[in-house]
């Protein structure tokens, strides 16, 4: 089992950025491809970027793409979600999932997730 932490949630204001980490400890960290997802209030949870095992792909939602870059660490434990240009569509609780996959319907958590960290974006 992997047992997962997210951080680096906070107020920010629209167009300005953060950055999120999900650390990761026991199991195995490099195994399986990591995403992170996002649930606004009222809203379904969705997802947000996925990497793969190495690093070596990444993938984006279309409503985040260009401005959010995903990374991982395996030598540290961690992966990283920089948030630039943020807009106020953005705020929500950011999850993070230590096994990440994708069907016909769209990209699925398989894995466990951490507890979430919120992101308010204001004006």
């Known amino acids: 089992q992997v047992h997962l932490v997210e951080s680096g949630g906070g107020l920010v204001q629209v167009g300005e950025s953060l950055s999120l980490s999900c650390s990761a400890s026991?199991?195995?960290?490099?195994?399986?491809?990591m995403g992170w997802f996002r649930q606004a209030p009222g809203k379904e949870r969705e997802f947000v970027a996925a990497i793969s095992w190495d690093g070596g792909r990444t993938y984006y939602s279309d409503s985040v793409k260009g401005r959010f870059t995903v990374s991982r660490d395996n030598a540290k434990k961690v992966m990283t979600l920089q948030m630039d240009s943020l807009k106020a569509e953005d705020a929500g609780v950011y999850y993070c999932?230590?096994?990440?996959?994708?069907?016909?319907?769209?990209?699925?958590?398989?894995?466990?997730w951490g507890q979430g960290t919120q992101v308010t974006v204001s004006s």
């Open positions: 026991g199991g195995i960290f490099s195994t399986y491809m």
């Open positions: 999932n230590e096994d990440v996959k994708k069907f016909t319907s769209g990209w699925i958590g398989s894995g466990y």
